[in-house]
């Protein structure tokens, strides 16, 4: 069921999609959601003698050569998870070719995210990043808070096709929001562009991941001929015809997107892309199923 921001109260529409999550959860997911975001504790404590039963994976091959026997890596437990959501709300993510724009399908996405999160007993917290300005919720653990602080993202205004104002994305902020190793999950339309400063800082402290939505007309423009299009950032309808010089432009858009969405999240386990006509807590539950698989093969 789609998302329906312009006649429902966003509470509501996250109890509804709440029963779903906790589905996926208890029959689908299982520990696989925490497995994706890493099995085992990240911060090392010390160095102890290997026993049966123990994970071969955290021998220390140099300590096991200079001692004579097995040694392996010991880790601090990671009791919770910290999900740092940021939303990148531009102009650009009010087109919709269907049912739905990019940007009710996106925020139904960080909404499954942040109750995943709550059902998990994890920390959840928000940037609400727009044009001129940014909202800013701490992480917070207990199904009500979460809850209240979804509604709260999910009832930020769209941002105005017509402001020159740049997205203020505060990363300085973000670098001290959440503990190290925590989950930051960026969430945006992600037009062609250069890495912002800060980026590197973001991927050393936290396990950063992507997602995006797209419009069917984004992967491949409409087969017969002209048509007209409603475009967000300039705020006004433009007619296309179909042309081979169009196709050619729109190729080259989706090439420099799909190579700036590779530079900044270069594991392909670390980027999500779903279509305004999918199911996007299908699509969240294939995500979490490769990273738990790759995670196992490690």
């Known amino acids: 069921m789609p998302l329906d921001l312009a006649s429902s109260n966003p509470l509501a529409l996250l109890r509804q999609l709440e029963w779903r999550v906790r589905h996926a959860v208890e029959n689908v997911l299982s520990g696989e959601y925490r497995s994706a975001f890493r ?26 050569a200079r001692l004579g026997e097995p040694y392996r890596k010991k880790f601090v437990e990671e009791r919770e998870v910290t999900l740092l959501i940021v939303f990148e ?27 995943l999160g709550a059902v998990n007993r994890d920390r959840v917290g928000f940037v609400h990043a727009a044009p001129g300005g940014h909202v800013f919720r701490e992480p917070v653990r ?23 104002a740049p997205v203020d ?7 001290r929001a959440a503990p190290k190793h925590s989950v930051l999950i960026w969430l945006g339309d992600f037009a062609p562009r250069p890495q912002p400063d800060g980026w590197l800082v973001m991927q050393r402290r936290y396990q950063t991941m992507g997602f995006r939505v797209d419009d069917p007309w984004e992967r491949e423009l409409p087969a017969n001929g002209l048509f007209a299009a409603y475009d967000p950032t300039a705020g006004r309808l ?46 969240l539950v294939k995500f979490f199923h490769a990273r738990m698989r790759a995670t196992t093969l490690l």
């Open 39 to 64: 099995g085992r504790g990240m911060e090392f404590d010390q160095v102890v003698r290997y026993e049966f039963g123990d994970d071969v994976r955290d021998i220390d091959w140099n300590v096991t």
């Open 89 to 115: 709300d531009t102009p650009s993510l009010n087109f919709g070719s269907g049912a739905q724009t990019k940007r009710e399908a996106l925020l139904e996405l960080a909404g499954l995210v942040m109750l």
């Open 142 to 164: 207990g199904r009500g808070a979460i809850l209240h602080s979804a509604a709260s993202l999910l009832s930020q205004p769209a941002p105005d096709a017509h402001t020159a």
């Open 169 to 175: 994305i505060p990363w300085r902020l973000l670098s």
């Open 238 to 283: 433009v007619t296309l015809e179909g042309s081979a010089a169009e196709r050619a432009a729109h190729a080259t858009w989706r090439r420099q997107r799909e190579e700036s969405w590779n530079a900044l999240f270069p594991d392909p386990l670390s980027r999500l892309v779903v279509g305004t006509e999918e199911n996007r807590l299908d699509a």
